[in-house]
T-cell receptor, first 112, second 117 residues
Framework: QKEVEQDPGPLSVPEGAIVSLNCTYS??????FMWYRQYSRKGPELLMY????GNKEDGRFTAQVDKSSKYISLFIRDSQPSDSATYLC????????????FGKGTTLSVSS | GAVVSQHPSWVICKSGTSVKIECRSL??????MFWYRQFPKQSLMLMAT?????????EQGVEKDKFLINHASLTLSTLTVTSAHPEDSSFYIC?????????????FGEGSRLTVL
């Protein structure tokens, strides 16, 4: 079993839809959870950063972490064509000098 | 926000040649940088952790003699792909953690696409 599992999609939705992206993980030591957005041929950019369990909201984006289930989610409300990208979940056990373990990424396409 | 710059953004080389990729933290100091490789439709796979002033730490299965990493200053790490072969063609991405910003956020470069003919 891989440390981080993420459905690669692709996921296609109409503009305005609510999008749910998910990852599961096996390492209970993970405490820091991130969602990155990656456009084609570009480096990843950080969308959401969460420590431990709970919810975090930033504009149209909501990140949820359920450590008991080892499950994290990213919700996108009122999706826009500009949201079309690959979304990568990432996590680490500690913050200091630790590389991230990434999911495979989910490719999202929002049609207008 | 903090910026990490990579150069070149893309490079094409002949099989057997060596290619150097630079990663710079533009407005913060990074004692640690990370090098990832990403194949098409795959996730980022950590290759090595680059430590300023000391040897890099390589992940299992990554040949240290093939992927030479040098982190000579607090703002620059380089990855040299030696004797490149077509199977080394990939998207190489570096990242650095900005502790000065207190969040310890990891910033990524734009990536360098290597094509070996």
């Amino acid at each position: 079993q891989k440390e981080v599992e993420q459905d690669p999609g692709p996921l296609s939705v109409p503009e305005g839809a609510i999008v749910s992206l998910n990852c599961t993980y096996s390492n209970s030591a993970f405490q820091y959870f991130m969602w990155y957005r990656q456009y084609s041929r570009k480096g990843p950019e950080l969308l959401m950063y969460t420590y431990s369990s709970g919810n975090k909201e930033d504009g149209r984006f909501t990140a949820q972490v359920d450590k008991s289930s080892k499950y994290i989610s990213l919700f996108i409300r009122d999706s826009q064509p500009s949201d079309s990208a690959t979304y990568l979940c990432a996590m680490s056990a500690n913050q200091a000098g630790t590389a991230l373990i990434f999911g495979k990424g989910t490719t999202l396409s929002v049609s207008s | 926000g903090a910026v990490v710059s990579q150069h070149p953004s893309w490079v094409i080389c002949k099989s057997g040649t060596s290619v150097k990729i630079e990663c710079r933290s533009l407005d913060f100091q990074a004692t640690t940088m990370f090098w990832y490789r990403q194949f098409p439709k795959q996730s980022l796979m950590l290759m090595a952790t680059s430590n300023e002033g000391s040897k890099a730490t390589y992940e299992q299965g990554v040949e240290k003699d093939k992927f030479l990493i040098n982190h000579a200053s607090l703002t620059l790490s380089t990855l040299t792909v030696t004797s490149a072969h077509p199977e080394d063609s990939s998207f190489y991405i570096c990242s650095a953690r900005d502790f000065e910003g207190n969040t310890g956020e990891l910033f990524f470069g734009e990536g360098s696409r290597l094509t070996v003919l």
